[in-house]
């Protein structure tokens, strides 16, 4: 499956994306056709703007500028202006529906961080015309390239104040902040504004996993320079290649705790309340500690935005004092939910891949055994009756 990964150690901004991408090898020529798909009026976008494509050498490094330049003052856009520009276009219909979904999204974080409806929003810096460029572009340049699966790395934010169309705003701005909500990222100690509201609206919307980088038979590197000098290469990369699907990869936290100083028959209890918190999987192995002190060791599996969930769960309902947390990567087989009808009931059932070769069928436990309870027959009874029906995969 063809893929995208974008290195963000510098940050990200919607003409670095469009840069890398074009770095790539992608035809300027494609892309400008497209983009010239957009209705180009008076009281629409300016008909004197300008792609400028230049390569930027930067700490030894080449890569590509995307800059949009205009002659003139542009009026202000709220979302409705900007949805009636991209479906007057003549576009595809996929395109104008992908580069709407990242307006509206840009349009709700703003609307929530000023607390108006999101009909109200003006979009001053991000409803300009580069902005809507950097947007339907990136929509454009993944579709030319043929890109499924877009992944990228956690996201840095810089630090300090920024000067925007609202006066003096916090880094990240609010909105960056609102949209980056459930996205990995981290702190570093350069002063300046290193994801813009439209970098990470694009990245939000087009990415379907912030991780590492997975396993990728590379076929082409693309480097979107930036326009500011943070003392550090400030370009984005892209890599484009061939995921390796046979499996999965992600991240998750394993958070342990040795107990040696609760009563056991609490454990059920334990088990039941951090399940609830959103763990993965959670166990206890029996364990000898010093002085031949006999103890547990709590295991829990959790997603990294359950962390938090998962402690307040641990320090309130054990009596340990402290836990250990390890990030841990994950190789998975593919998987895929099938809901079964059976005279017992609908069962959920798992299916697991390997390559595109089924791999393994199993039905979901919880659902055999709720069957089974309701209707008093053995468990095995419903598993047996799911895995003889027909099952669509």
């Known amino acids: ?10 940050g990200i901004a919607g003409n670095m994306i469009l840069g890398a991408l074009i770095d790539t090898g992608l ?32 700490n030894n490094i080449t890569g590509t500028l995307a800059e949009v330049k205009i002659k003139g003052k542009e009026p202000h856009r709220n979302l409705k202006d900007i949805v009636i520009i991209i479906n007057k276009s003549e576009l595809s219909k996929a395109i104008k529906q992908r580069s709407i979904a990242i307006f509206k999204k840009l349009a709700e974080a703003e609307a929530k961080v ?11 810096e991000v409803g300009a015309v580069d902005a809507i460029i950097d947007i339907v ?23 300090g104040w920024i000067k925007h169309a609202h006066g003096m705003l916090p880094i990240p701005a609010p909105a960056t902040a609102e949209l980056l909500k459930g996205i990995p990222t981290y702190q570093t100690n350069i002063e300046g504004e290193l994801v813009t509201p439209t970098g990470a609206a694009i990245i939000t919307s087009i990415c379907d996993s912030f991780e ?22 400030n370009f984005l990369r892209v890599v484009i290649g061939e995921i390796d699907s046979t499996y999965q990869e992600d991240a998750i936290l394993q ?38 002190r006999e103890a547990q060791n709590l295991i829990v599996l ?42 017992w009931g609908t069962v959920r059932v798992k299916v697991s891949f390997a390559g595109k070769t ?20 053995p468990i095995r009874e419903v598993f047996k009756t799911t895995l003889q029906n027909q099952i669509t995969i």
């Open 358 to 377: 089924v791999n393994n069928i199993m039905p979901e436990f919880e659902d055999c055994r709720k069957a089974a309870i309701k209707h008093k027959i």
């Open 212 to 233: 590492e980088m997975p396993r990728i038979k590379v076929q082409a590197i693309g480097y979107g320079q930036g326009t500011k000098d943070y003392g550090i290469p």
């Open 114 to 124: 000023h607390g108006v409806s999101i009909d109200n929003i003006h979009f001053h």
């Open 27 to 58: 035809s300027i020529q494609k892309l400008t056709t497209e983009l010239n798909k957009l209705p180009i009026t008076k009281n629409q976008l300016p008909n004197n703007y300008q792609l400028s494509i230049t390569k930027i050498r930067q």
């Open 255 to 292: 958070i342990e705790t040795n107990i040696d100083d609760m009563d056991p028959e609490k454990y059920h209890q334990i088990i039941k309340k951090l399940m609830k918190a959103g763990v993965l999987d959670v166990s206890i192995a029996p364990i000898l500690m010093k002085k031949r």
């Open 1 to 10: 499956m063809k893929s995208a990964y974008f290195d963000c150690q510098a």
């Open 137 to 159: 572009g990136t929509v454009i340049a993944l579709d030319l390239l043929g890109i499924e699966e877009v992944y990228s790395s956690a996201i840095p934010n810089g630090k």
């Open 302 to 343: 959790c997603n990294l935005e359950d962390k938090q969930a998962i402690l307040d769960t641990l320090f309130t309902f054990t009596s340990t004092i402290g836990v250990r947390i390890y990030l841990v990567k994950r190789e998975k087989l593919p998987r895929r939910i099938v809901k079964v009808k059976t005279k």
